[in-house]
Structures are given as C-alpha cells and as structure tokens.
C-alpha cells in the first residue's frame, strides 16, 4: 500500500513505550514543582506576532512559525513559554500579589533548517518564580533545576552558573559599539578562540581584555572563578556567583553546580544569574534559564523574574544513548582534511594506523590513546558533531559556513586553507549598474548573507558541479565559489573581484561533550595544539 499522508517535517507521531516514557518524565517533573509550591498554568498555542515584538523576545522572527487570522493579524504557534505567562501575569492576574510561582508543562513550535533531525514540536515543563529579585529567589529557582537535573539524569550531570552582568560590564569597559559587542559574544559563546584575539587585539591595553579572552575556556569549579578574579580583581559578579555556590554547596548540591563564565548568550534579555543543565548522552543542554527582570514592565507591570525551561523530549531522547565510558569520538573529513589531520596526531605520537588502513570498518579505534574516528564526507561531521554521536570533528570553514555551527569552534588546524571569493567574467563590470544580478554558487547561504551585508539584492542560482560554467553559459552574472589558487578561474576567463572569507580547516566541538568530557577534550585540544606548533 502507498502512503501518501504523512507528518510535516519537524513533527512525528509517537506511540506506546514513547509515550510512556515522555509522559513519565512529565509527570516526575511536574510532582516536583507542586512539592514545591508552584501552580500550573497553560497558555494558548497560538499567540499574536506582536507579543513577542512588544516583549523583546530573543528568538529570530524566521524561528517563529506563523499563521494568518480572519482579521489579517499575524500570529504564531508558541514559540516560548515565559513570554505568554508574562502577558497573563500582566493581565488577568495584575490584581494576584506577587511573587508568583507558576509552573508549565506545554509544547513550544520552532521552525528548525530542514533535514537536521530536529524537532519543530518541543515539549517543555518548566517554571518561572515572577516578582522576587533577590539571592533568596535565585536560590530558590536554582536548587529546584539541580533537583529537576536529578530527577531526569540520576546519572551524573551537572548545572552550570553564569553572570549576565560580568559580559555587559566587560564590554563596557572596553567602550566597544553594539554590533561589536554582539560580534565579541557569538564568538565567545562559541569558542572561537583564535577569532575572538584577532577581534580583542586592538583592546590589548585594557584591563579587560585579559579576562574577555579566557572566557571561553573559563568553565569548570570555583577555580574559574578565582582565575577570573585574578585578571581583573574582585567583580560584584563574581562574588555573587561566590556566594550563590557557597549556600548551594551547603545545602548538599556542591557536586552538581559548577560555572561558565562563557554563557553570554541573549544578553539583551538576561540581566543576572543564567545557567544550564546537561545530562549524560544528551547532544545539547537539556536544561536552559537565568533571571529576566526586564520583561514584565513591557506588558505595564515592572517586576523582576527567573525561571527556567526543560526540553523533555531531548531527556527521552539521551536515555537510549550509546556510552562510550572513557573514550572520545571524532568525525574526520574524508580526503585531504583526514591526511592532515592523521599528520597531526602522528606528529603528537597518536597511532593512527586503523584510520589509514580502514577497510570495511565504519569506527576506527586508536590502539595508544582513547579516540575513536569516523570518517564522513563534510556536511555529515557537522550534523554528528551537532547531534552528540560524535564529540569531536575536523571540517572545513566551508562547511560551518554554509551550514551553520550549533558546536563549539575551538581551534583553526590551518590546514586546508583557502578562500571564498567573488569572481567574473575578466573584463565585466559586476558593480556598474542597477541591474540585480544573478549569483551561482554550491554555496547559497553564504553568498546570501554577503550581499546582503552589502545591501545588494540579488539572485541566487544553486549549482551542485562546475560553477565556473554559469558564467561562461549566461546563466549567471557572477559565481561565489572556494578559490585556491585561482588557476581554474582564470582558465575558464574568470577573475576573482573580491574576497568573501578565509576558509581552513577547523576542530569544533558537540556543546554538551566540551561540559561533561570536559578534561578528556581539553587534553586532546592540547595535543593539537602541540602537533601545530611543532610543525611551525
């Protein structure tokens, strides 16, 4: 029989020990906020677009998936929970003293890129303690997400603590515009750890550029923060941090709270303490929060929050995950990206003779050091890497580009290197008219993003072989293409006019891996590390 009815992308049906198993979690998860003293509450699926304008709201317009009402208004499938309980804590419960607790248990719909695996149905319970503001509350709302990670991940994992204020005031300091600033923060959140010198070079006088650039690895115990103090002396921040440890530690949840003075994510919605969880065989973290005390007075009713969101079905997903007790995984770009890598750790004295001598094994074991390696082609690294099956991964900035990066980058090899570049026919003038062009390229969402970062607007034609021929048939004004030497442009009559961005070859990292294999990753980053300076 042929079945043409089928779910969207994005959404599945679920059935039998799936259910059970959701729904068990729900239901640990929701008995443990009632102990605690928080009510239900349940908003609408759908909400009006302007609501989460009006609010702030830090989630991309194009994450929203929206519909048309009968009066032309533009709404949305919930794309969040807290702003929905915000309006009716605003509204229908404005006459209810505060602080309120409040609790939920909904599902939120995002519209993920196609073809990743991900979910555009999330289900979620969390709770948010609105109208409190100090210590206490804080307290309060982080000792219940270590009960909530315990619940779900009795198999160790861990809740990390960061401070909203430390970035802002960081930045300050160095008198860096917005769109700096939000540039220093993607690359902090991520990792990048070479970019973020290049960015913070010019800074080198100031004080707090000692601390800006250690962000990113300043993630672990109490030692992040004494580190942290010793670059730029005692921070309000950090003794905050401090002091929210030494109560928790007290209390008994000492082993499971530790800090990442990297968490500067949705800094214009944060103004405290942020935090998250992780969970053994999780990709991600399955626990995301922090105080939000700005969001309220945007519906008329000022007064301070925090609350936090678990993502249920990322819970149900780890607890059929593989465990790979001691030992790491890294996906490796077939080619020329896996002979130089294999030069690398060679150079470093890893024995690399299963990954040169493959044969028909899918997983090659290193017989001197714990590192398992996969080889795939390069938009297959990325996609292991992001969904957690492998911990590690060697791809090119090609690939991140296009794709996107949801891991953390930590290290350009060098190798591989080359760029992306603008190229026309020799002799055209690509920039002289008001004409909108016609672009060619394999590569669509990065010359998408560079004219529009130009203003331009133009066409972009997707083509899978040789781009240097659009241009030779007519078919495009111009190609975006990687260039080494340029030696087949100009073969084919075309010249580069300008450069996109550099491309080499990059380790990145799964976001979750990088938190719970934290001292085995570091190790191996370090022996690439090693293996680059000894080729210098």
Same mark, same amino acid.
Request: proline share 5%.
């Given at each position: 029989?042929?079945?043409?009815?089928?779910?969207?992308?994005?959404?599945?049906?679920?059935?039998?020990?799936?259910?059970?198993?959701?729904?068990?979690? @729900?239901?640990?998860?929701?008995?443990?906020?009632?102990?605690?003293?928080?009510?239900?509450?349940?908003?609408?699926?759908?909400?009006?677009?302007?609501?989460?304008?009006?609010?702030?709201?830090? !989630?991309?317009?194009?994450?929203?998936?929206? !519909?048309?009402?009968?009066?032309?208004?533009?709404?949305?499938?919930?794309?969040?929970?807290?702003?929905?309980?915000?309006?009716?804590?605003? *509204?229908?419960?404005?006459?209810?003293?505060?602080? =309120?607790?409040?609790?939920?248990?909904? *599902?939120?719909?995002?519209?993920?890129?196609?073809?990743?695996?991900?979910?555009?149905?999330?289900?979620?319970?969390?709770?948010?303690?609105?109208?409190?503001?100090?210590?206490?509350?804080?307290?309060?709302?982080?000792? =219940?997400?270590?009960?909530?990670?315990?619940?779900?991940?009795?198999?160790?994992?861990?809740?990390?603590?960061?401070?909203?204020?430390?970035?802002?005031?960081?930045?300050?300091?160095?008198?860096? $515009?917005?769109?700096?600033?939000?540039?220093?923060?993607?690359?902090? /959140?991520?990792?990048?750890?070479?970019?973020?010198?290049?960015?913070?070079?010019?800074?080198?006088?100031?004080?707090?550029?000692?601390? =800006?650039?250690?962000?990113?690895?300043?993630?672990?115990?109490?030692?992040?923060?004494?580190?942290?103090?010793?670059?730029?002396?005692?921070?309000?921040?950090?003794?905050?941090?401090?002091?929210?440890?030494?109560?928790?530690?007290?209390?008994?949840?000492?082993?499971?709270?530790?800090?990442?003075?990297?968490?500067?994510?949705?800094?214009?919605?944060?103004?405290?303490?942020?935090?998250?969880?992780?969970?053994?065989?999780?990709?991600?973290?399955?626990?995301?929060?922090?105080?939000?005390?700005?969001?309220?007075?945007?519906?008329?009713?000022?007064?301070?929050?925090?609350?936090?969101?678990?993502?249920?079905?990322?819970?149900?997903?780890? @607890?059929?995950?593989?465990?790979?007790?001691?030992?790491?995984?890294?996906?490796?770009?077939?080619?020329? &990206? @896996?002979?130089?890598?294999?030069?690398?750790?060679?150079?470093?004295?890893?024995?690399?003779?299963?990954?040169?001598? #493959?044969?028909?094994?899918?997983?090659?074991?290193?017989?001197?050091?714990?590192? $398992?390696?996969?080889?795939?082609?390069? #938009?297959?690294?990325?996609?292991?890497?992001?969904?957690?099956?492998?911990?590690?991964?060697?791809?090119?900035?090609?690939?991140?580009?296009?794709?996107?990066?949801?891991?953390?980058?930590?290290? $350009? =090899?060098?190798?591989?290197?080359?760029?992306?570049?603008?190229?026309? +026919?020799?002799?055209?003038? %690509?920039?002289?008219?008001? +004409?909108?062009?016609?672009?060619?390229? +394999?590569?669509?969402?990065?010359?998408?993003?560079? %004219?529009?970062?130009?203003?331009?607007?133009?066409?972009?034609?997707?083509? /899978?072989?040789?781009?240097?021929?659009?241009?030779?048939?007519?078919?495009?004004?111009?190609?975006?293409?990687?260039? /080494?030497?340029?030696?087949?442009?100009?073969?084919?009559?075309?010249?580069?006019?300008?450069?996109?961005?550099?491309?080499?070859?990059? &380790?990145?990292?799964?976001?979750?891996?990088? +938190?719970?294999?934290?001292?085995?990753?570091?190790?191996?980053?370090?022996?690439?590390?090693?293996?680059?300076?000894?080729? !210098?």
């Amino acid at each position: 029989m042929n079945y043409t009815i089928h779910t969207p992308e994005g959404t599945r049906d679920r059935m039998f020990a799936e259910c059970r198993n959701r729904r068990q979690i @729900q239901n640990a998860l929701t008995a443990l906020f009632q102990t605690r003293g928080f009510a239900e509450i349940s908003t609408p699926e759908v909400e009006f677009y302007d609501l989460f304008i009006q609010s702030g709201n830090p !989630i991309p317009q194009e994450s929203m998936l929206k !519909i048309i009402d009968r009066s032309g208004k533009i709404m949305v499938m919930r794309p969040d929970c807290t702003t929905p309980i915000a309006r009716v804590a605003a *509204t229908r419960l404005k006459t209810v003293p505060m602080p =309120l607790r409040l609790y939920y248990n909904e *599902t939120v719909f995002r519209s993920g890129a196609a073809h990743t695996g991900g979910s555009s149905e999330i289900a979620q319970c969390g709770v948010e303690l609105l109208g409190a503001g100090d210590r206490e509350a804080d307290l309060e709302v982080i000792s =219940l997400a270590v009960e909530a990670l315990k619940k779900i991940s009795p198999d160790a994992g861990h809740i990390e603590l960061g401070h909203a204020g430390l970035f802002k005031a960081l930045t300050d300091e160095l008198e860096i $515009d917005a769109g700096g600033a939000e540039q220093l923060r993607r690359l902090i /959140e991520g990792k990048h750890f070479a970019a973020l010198e290049d960015l913070l070079r010019p800074y080198e006088g100031k004080r707090a550029y000692q601390l =800006l650039t250690r962000l990113p690895n300043l993630f672990g115990g109490t030692e992040v923060l004494e580190e942290a103090e010793a670059l730029v002396g005692p921070r309000t921040e950090l003794s905050y941090l401090r002091d929210l440890y030494q109560v928790l530690e007290q209390a008994g949840y000492g082993s499971f709270v530790q800090f990442d003075l990297g968490l500067v994510h949705q800094i214009d919605y944060y103004t405290g303490v942020v935090f998250r969880g992780y969970a053994q065989g999780a990709g991600a973290p399955v626990l995301s929060g922090g105080r939000y005390d700005h969001l309220l007075g945007a519906f008329g009713r000022p007064a301070p929050a925090i609350g936090f969101a678990i993502d249920v079905d990322a819970v149900a997903a780890r @607890q059929s995950a593989e465990k790979r007790e001691g030992r790491l995984r890294i996906a490796l770009t077939k080619g020329r &990206l @896996q002979d130089k890598t294999v030069q690398l750790l060679e150079r470093v004295g890893l024995d690399c003779t299963p990954i040169k001598n #493959p044969g028909r094994r899918l997983v090659h074991a290193l017989p001197n050091y714990p590192l $398992d390696a996969v080889l795939a082609k390069a #938009p297959d690294v990325i996609t292991y890497v992001e969904h957690g099956v492998c911990d590690l991964g060697v791809v090119g900035k090609d690939t991140i580009l296009e794709q996107g990066s949801p891991f953390y980058e930590v290290l $350009d =090899l060098g190798f591989g290197a080359c760029r992306f570049a603008l190229a026309v +026919k020799e002799g055209s003038d %690509f920039y002289g008219t008001y +004409k909108t062009r016609r672009i060619a390229t +394999k590569y669509p969402n990065v010359a998408r993003r560079f %004219f529009a970062e130009k203003g331009m607007d133009v066409e972009i034609i997707k083509i /899978e072989g040789s781009v240097e021929l659009a241009p030779i048939l007519d078919l495009a004004d111009a190609i975006v293409d990687i260039v /080494e030497t340029g030696a087949t442009l100009k073969e084919n009559g075309l010249v580069p006019i300008e450069d996109v961005a550099p491309v080499s070859a990059r &380790l990145v990292v799964n976001t979750a891996a990088m +938190k719970l294999k934290k001292n085995e990753i570091l190790d191996f980053i370090g022996k690439c590390q090693r293996g680059l300076e000894e080729n !210098i």
